[in-house]
Structures are given as structure tokens and as C-alpha cells.
């Protein structure tokens, strides 16, 4: 059962200021089939289970503490319940994390693949439309400041007051 998705590369660029661009002229589309092979037997799963371990440790000690301290509760009548509790848990957490970690993952792969080693940014195509619009107000308050700061040299002299 392989699923389609559909996205844009585009290149992130230094301008001579040093602030971030996006060259959005040179956006490339891509297509990716995928399969559960390509999504289970991805290395971002590495980095969620430690993430997600990480997470539960902590938080089922925390658990544990407040119940055979705070609540009095003898720990050995709950302890089956209670470590299923915490793997269901860990097991959750896990798919949270590294489900989407796994498809940016896979996307990134494919961008490198075709396009070759760089800086990118990766849009869904649902997304497009409202990326470049937001890139295109971005482009015209910047237009404007440089405008009114233009303005601002004319209307002041340019040799010191004295």
C-alpha cells in the first residue's frame, strides 16, 4: 500500500545582508511513493525512541513517587497495570514522534537525491499557496521600509548640524 505524496524544494539562500531567502523561481516539485517499508525502515526512528524514552523515564518515576508516597498505595498490587500503563505510554509517545520525523525524513532524502546536497525547505503543495504569500508580504513591507527610509535621507540634510 504505497501512498503519493507531493511537495516543493526550495533553495535557502544568504542574502549580501546576511538574512535568509528563498529562491521560490527555482522551486522544483516532487513526487514520492513510499511504502510502510520505506516509513518503518527509516533512521529517524533511532532518534524518536531515545526522544521518547527520554520522555517517559522521568515522567513515569514522577508517577511512581507520587503514587506509593503521596497516595499511600502499596506499589506491588498496581505494579502490572502500572508498567503496561507506562509502555502503552512510551509506545504512544513514540508514534507521535517519530511518525512525522520518519516522513520528513523520507522527504528530505528524496530532495537530496534529486536536487543534490544544499539548504532546503520543503513545502507541501496544500501549503504552497500560503508560503509564497506570506514570502510576497514579506518582500513588499521590506520594499516600503526601504522606501520610507529613502524618504526619510531627502527630507534630511546631508551634512551635520552645527
Given amino acids: 500500500m504505497k501512498q503519493t505524496m507531493r511537495f516543493k524544494s526550495v533553495l535557502i539562500m544568504a542574502d549580501r545582508t546576511g538574512a ?3 529562491d521560490i523561481a527555482n522551486a522544483h516539485d516532487h513526487v514520492l511513493n513510499a511504502g510502510p517499508g520505506d ?10 525512541f531515545f526522544i521518547s524514552l527520554m520522555a517517559i523515564i522521568p515522567l513515569s518515576a514522577l508517577i511512581y513517587g507520587i503514587i506509593t508516597i503521596g497516595l499511600n498505595v502499596d506499589i506491588n498490587q498496581i505494579l502490572g497495570w502500572f508498567i503496561i500503563s507506562c509502555v502503552l505510554a512510551f509506545l504512544m509517545l513514540l508514534a507521535m514522534v517519530g511518525a512525522p520525523a520518519s516522513v520528513r525524513r523520507i522527504k528530505w532524502e528524496l530532495v537530496i537525491k534529486e536536487r543534490g546536497a544544499g539548504n532546503w525547505k520543503i513545502i507541501d503543495d496544500s501549503a504552497w499557496e500560503n508560503f509564497t504569500r506570506m514570502i510576497r508580504l514579506v518582500e513588499e513591507r521590506k520594499k516600503r521600509e526601504k522606501e520610507e527610509l529613502e524618504k526619510q535621507k ?6 551635520p548640524a552645527r
Avoid: E
Avoid at 516509513?39 to 524518536?48: D, H, K, Q, V
Fill in 20 to 22: 535568509l531567502s528563498f
Fill in 39 to 48: 516509513f518503518f525502515m527509516n533512521r529517524s526512528w533511532i532518534a524518536s
Fill in 154 to 159: 531627502v527630507k534630511q540634510p546631508s551634512w
